[in-house]
């Protein structure tokens, strides 16, 4: 799946100034000088991005990016790409120090190329951001202070593009903010990505075409994002839309070889290009069907966990719902019991009464003697 790593700024923003933008930046009078080297850091960042060299990158856009702000200030439109292309480049470092769990990483190829002395090394302290020589125990700390870099960087371009309300500004408007979405992707932060991905979609829907593989990628980070947030669901139905782009995209560039195949030209630069594209989105179809079916099954799997925790909580409600018999049963025998122990009671009763019959009367027998006896001795 094409995703942001080793993406092409070129891709998203024009690579220089003109010289006309340059003209009302600086003025006529300034020398040419300037210009030229203005645009060949960016070319040269450009080119070591393409490399995966991105110190050196990072090197020429801040180089870049100092002269602009200097110059113009720090919210002009004019320093809109360098912010974006600064911004790809430490994203793409924290990614790679990421990758590596901390572990020092260096750019693989030498490059012994001095940076022009043109910028005053007063003005490199703000965006000047040298990693070469770092010790080991303080990558991670520098990989947070990229991804927050990074962030800063896409942000204050965020903040420019929304002033442009044209279709190609908007465009790169959505293209920033789904950016800004890698970056918290990227960082671990998967309820900030989702939500930058959604408002890159509701931007981009409007001004690409339904096929576009931007949309298809950002549904694709969309759906990575609700999955680590633990929304399996919308994820699917975010996989589902990313297939239904590439479709739409496969069935175009079939058209497109269909229309040039009748033509003389049919093995022409378009139509190669074309047809690698076609194989490259069938692949991309495969990978994506093949986690749309892990989506499903764990989504299936949760179900039956549900499903066996319902059960098992049920069935321990019925055996509760049954304890008031037993209960009830052993009221009865209590019940039975009660009632044995009365009639028993009763019985010992009616026994010592018969014993104690005897002395009643003969008490009574005694006490009438005595009256006898005393009318006598009258």
Request: aromatic share 6%; with cysteine; charged share 35%.
């Amino acid at each position: 799946m094409s995703d942001s790593k080793g993406k092409n700024p070129e891709d998203s923003v024009n690579e220089s100034l003109t010289q006309e933008e340059f003209n009302e930046l600086y003025g006529e009078d300034d020398n040419e000088e300037v210009f030229v080297d203005i645009n060949d850091l960016i070319e040269s960042g450009t080119k070591f991005f393409a490399l995966q060299q991105y110190d050196m990158a990072i090197d020429r856009y801040s180089n870049a990016l100092n002269i602009l702000v200097n110059q113009y200030g720090e919210f002009s439109p004019n320093c809109a790409q360098v912010y974006y292309l600064y911004g790809q480049t430490l994203l793409q470092k924290a990614i790679r120090q990421s990758d590596v769990f901390g572990e020092k990483m260096g750019e693989n190829v030498q490059v012994q190329e001095k940076s022009n002395d043109i910028i005053p090394k007063k003005s490199m302290n703000r965006f000047s951001f040298q990693g070469d020589e770092e010790d080991e125990e303080e990558n991670e700390e520098q990989e947070e202070d990229l991804f927050e870099s990074a962030w800063q960087m896409l942000d204050l371009c965020r903040i420019i593009y929304e002033k442009d309300t044209t279709v190609e500004g908007q465009k790169k408007l959505g293209d920033v903010i789904k950016t800004l979405g890698d970056v918290h992707l990227e960082d671990g932060n998967y309820l900030e990505a989702a939500k930058y991905y959604e408002d890159g979609l509701e931007i981009l829907e409007k001004v690409l075409e339904p096929d576009n593989r931007t949309l298809a990628e950002t549904h694709y980070k969309l759906a990575l994002a609700l999955e680590c947030n633990e929304e399996g669901e919308k994820a699917v139905t975010h996989i589902k839309k990313a297939i239904l782009v590439f479709k739409k995209k496969l069935e175009s560039l079939e058209k497109m070889n269909s229309d040039n195949g009748k033509g003389k030209k049919a093995a022409d630069t378009e139509t190669i290009n074309a047809q690698e594209e076609i194989e490259g989105i069938k692949e991309l179809l495969v990978d994506m069907k093949k986690k749309l079916a892990e989506l499903k099954g764990s989504l299936k799997k949760n179900l039956d966990v549900k499903q066996m925790l319902s059960n098992s909580f049920k069935q321990s409600t019925n055996v509760n719902t049954s304890q008031p018999t037993q209960i009830n049963d052993l009221s009865s025998l209590i019940k039975k019991r009660k009632v044995d122990d009365t009639k028993e009671n009763k019985e010992k009763s009616d026994d010592k009464k018969e014993v104690k019959e005897p002395e009643v009367k003969k008490v009574k027998v005694n006490e009438e003697s005595k009256e006898e006896k005393g009318k006598e001795a009258l």
